[in-house]
């Protein structure tokens, strides 16, 4: 079929599944892709910047319509030479061609679309953004991919949109301490068959700290090269966990090390969940910690939900007393201070890691292991504070809006998942007070988030779904 040419503005007819066509660009939205119009139907275009005007090819099947980026007609000033050589091939930094400013604007702008939309309301509080003190050498973690191939293996970073890894021996985002490990691992797995994620991150004495999650088989020549990297203190530990086996196999400390945000070093559970920056998780937990207050006469009592190894919990904690023992009185909570401080955690290991954190600190508090989208609120708290993965939390949400808590402070990874429950948590009878954006991932479309709510009015008697029962 021969290629058909038609402008944004004026194009009257629908365009056929395959055909050519000029549109411009005029945001970014969530997932990353350019946004815009073609005789008024919304396509989505990746790799493109707002400003762009572009040739794409349309596919239709998609709804919304995608477009395939064929060129950049006349690129707008929001658009920038990426620095990385494998920006094109690679999946990790989908938005290095755009300037950092323009993407902590559309940041911004999707977190309060999302939640503009699902909440209906009319007026949000101005969204108050935090930037990321560097764009680039920026993560202490992060995820890769390998995979065997006539025994070579190549390790990198998924390609956009498909399971395809992209060989990349240096990238620029990854911290000084580990960034050597792109080039280094496909040379120890050399010889492997299979495929698998390997996680890097940064660990005592800021010596790197891997583990391997391999579906397929590792030959010998695997375990005493891991062995010999943690022996000989070039690695701080290693852990590989092979497809159908009981039980990783550990070298060293395994457990990542961040220095978090009082200063002291805070553990994370090996393979587990962490921010991919130690300078922006230290905001991220300062301004959840100061979100958190309550300007009240009394000391607050302060749930904190999927609390992990303990990130914001360090900071949270502060100032709470030490629980009493079977035969003591509560003690008097100190002015300022909280009257008690719980978190609850389901990963085994991330509470091991919660507890260790907070008796280092000599910080007082009950650690809970549940699941904490079920757990019930106690009767008692005055603020909650949730971090909960992707998926979101709806059934902390409505427990939270059926609770008596006065404050709430919801941090997020997840834009749409965050308006979801927020809007579950505001028929409780809140109001959002805060929205903030935390630029933990520059070159990314991926947002980090934080809101807080405080009571209004008393919650209604079933908002939204049934509270978890207590």
Not at 133 to 141: D, E, I, N, V
Not at 309 to 331: D, I, K, Y
């Amino acid at each position: 079929m021969k290629s058909v040419h038609r402008r944004a503005s004026g194009a009257k007819t629908r365009a056929r599944a395959g055909e050519r066509a000029e549109l411009r660009i005029d945001a970014l939205a969530a997932g990353g892709a350019g946004v815009g119009r073609l005789a008024g139907e919304v396509v989505f275009v990746p790799a493109t910047a707002p400003g762009d005007l572009v040739e794409v090819e349309l596919d239709r099947s998609a709804r919304p319509a995608r477009g395939r980026l064929l060129r950049v007609i006349e690129p707008s000033a929001e658009r920038v030479a990426p620095p990385c050589s494998f920006a094109d091939a690679c999946g990790g930094c989908d938005w290095m061609h755009v300037r950092v400013e323009a993407q902590q604007a559309a940041h911004e702008q999707i977190v309060r679309q999302a939640i503009a939309r699902a909440t209906s309301l009319a007026e949000l509080p101005e969204v108050r953004v935090h930037p990321a003190p560097q764009a680039l050498g920026y993560r202490s973690r992060a995820r890769l991919f390998a995979r065997a191939e006539r025994g070579e293996v190549r390790v990198g970073y998924r390609a956009p949109r498909t399971h395809d890894v992209v060989a990349v021996d240096r990238c620029l985002v990854l911290a000084d301490e580990i960034a050597p490990l792109a080039g280094e691992l496909p040379g120890l797995l050399r010889g492997a068959a299979g495929e698998g994620d390997i996680l890097i991150a940064q660990g005592a004495s800021r010596r790197p700290v891997v583990e391997i999650l391999w579906r397929g088989a590792l030959p010998p020549a695997v375990w005493q090269l891991l062995d010999q990297r943690t022996a000989s203190g070039a690695w701080a530990g290693a852990r590989v966990t092979l497809d159908g086996a009981r039980q990783a196999a550990s070298f060293g400390d395994p457990r990542p090390v961040i220095q978090g945000a009082d200063g002291a070093p805070l553990l994370l559970a090996p393979g587990g969940f962490g921010q991919p920056s130690e300078e922006g998780a230290a905001v991220l937990a300062r301004r959840a910690a100061e979100l958190a207050h309550l300007d009240s006469s009394r000391s607050p009592h302060l749930v904190e939900l999927f609390a992990g190894s303990g990130t914001l919990s360090v900071l949270l904690a502060r100032g709470a007393q030490r629980p009493p023992g079977p035969a003591e009185g509560a003690p008097p909570a100190a002015p300022g201070g909280l009257a008690s401080f719980t978190a609850v955690e389901l990963v085994p290991e991330a509470v091991a890691c919660l507890r260790q954190n907070l008796a280092a600190r000599g910080l007082a508090g009950k650690v809970i292991e549940a699941d904490a989208d079920e757990a019930p609120i106690p009767p008692r708290a005055d603020v909650v504070v949730l971090d909960p993965p992707r998926g979101g939390a709806p059934g902390a949400a409505r427990a939270i809006a059926a609770s008596g808590a006065r404050v709430v402070v919801y941090v997020s990874c997840d834009p749409a998942t965050l308006a979801r429950d927020l809007g579950v948590i505001l028929r409780g009878g809140f109001e959002i007070t805060d929205i903030e954006v935390v630029e933990l991932f520059p070159q990314t479309s991926h947002i980090e988030s934080i809101v807080r709510l405080s009571r209004s009015r008393r919650p209604r008697a079933d908002p939204g779904g049934s509270a978890p029962a207590r």
